[in-house]
């Protein structure tokens, strides 16, 4: 298995602008999510989905952020309109049930300008 | 509230010296508890699990539910070990969320 995988590594892009970053999880687990990562506040989950329902948004910081997982095998977060604060490494994060360790991606790198 | 503390930030040792990164928990339940590592600019991974009860690359980690503790040590460092390392847990119940505490950056020195 590949893991998962995230879409773009590296994002650069400028205030305002519209940005979408994929994950696609490990074939057959049903839970996935998104994380973002900086020196300041360290790893916060930002929203997770079972079985494609979104079950906890409430870290996800404010209504320019948004989540969808259309079905098992493919997420988007989008950031609308970006902000040089939303500048971060964001992972995305898949297991199976309860318990079981979450596999992670290899995270996009966000600079908004 | 469901909480993982590490203490040290930043935590610095010689190579061939014993390390212990700290972590406690506050959860008044019994949880699943897990320490992933970061190396430089690569994914987080899973070094281990309490319910393993593993050894992985030289690190143990034990859980002492009267301290709620799960502390991390290695008794002789390596340069390779070099690494941010996450505490985090599971909850109980039906709740998939994992918890993660803020991370200890290790740095091991020739």
């Known amino acids: 298995d590949a893991g998962v995988i995230q879409s773009p590594r590296h994002e650069v892009t400028e205030m305002g602008q519209e940005v979408t970053l994929r994950c696609k999880p490990i074939?057959?687990?049903?839970?996935l999510f998104w994380y973002r990562q900086t020196m300041m506040r360290g790893l916060e989950l930002l929203i997770y989905?079972?079985?494609?329902?979104?079950?906890?948004d409430s870290g996800m910081p404010e209504d320019r952020f948004s989540a969808k997982m259309p079905n098992a095998s493919f997420s988007t977060l989008k950031i609308q309109p970006s902000e040089p604060r939303d500048s971060a490494v964001y992972f995305c994060?898949?297991?199976?049930?309860?318990?079981?360790?979450?596999?992670f991606g290899d995270g996009t790198r966000l600079s908004i300008l | 509230a469901q909480r993982v503390t590490q203490p040290e930030k930043l935590l610095s040792v010689f190579k061939g010296a014993p390390v212990e990164l700290k972590c406690n928990y506050s959860?008044?339940?019994?949880?699943?508890l897990f320490w992933y590592v970061q190396y430089s600019r690569q994914r987080l991974q899973l070094l281990l699990r309490?319910?393993s009860r593993e050894s992985i690359k030289g690190f143990t980690a034990d859980l002492n539910k009267g301290e709620t503790s799960f502390h991390l040590k290695k008794p002789f460092a390596q340069e390779e070990d070099s690494a941010m390392y996450y505490c985090?847990?599971?909850?109980?119940?039906?709740?998939?969320?994992?918890?993660f505490g803020k991370g200890t950056l290790l740095t091991v020195n020739p």
């Open positions: 074939s057959g687990h049903n839970s």
């Open positions: 989905f079972n079985n494609n329902v979104p079950i906890d």
């Open positions: 985090a847990f599971v909850s109980g119940g039906s709740n998939y969320k994992l918890t």
């Open positions: 994060a898949s297991n199976t049930d309860y318990g079981q360790p979450q596999h």
């Open positions: 309490h319910i």
């Open positions: 959860y008044s339940g019994s949880p699943e």
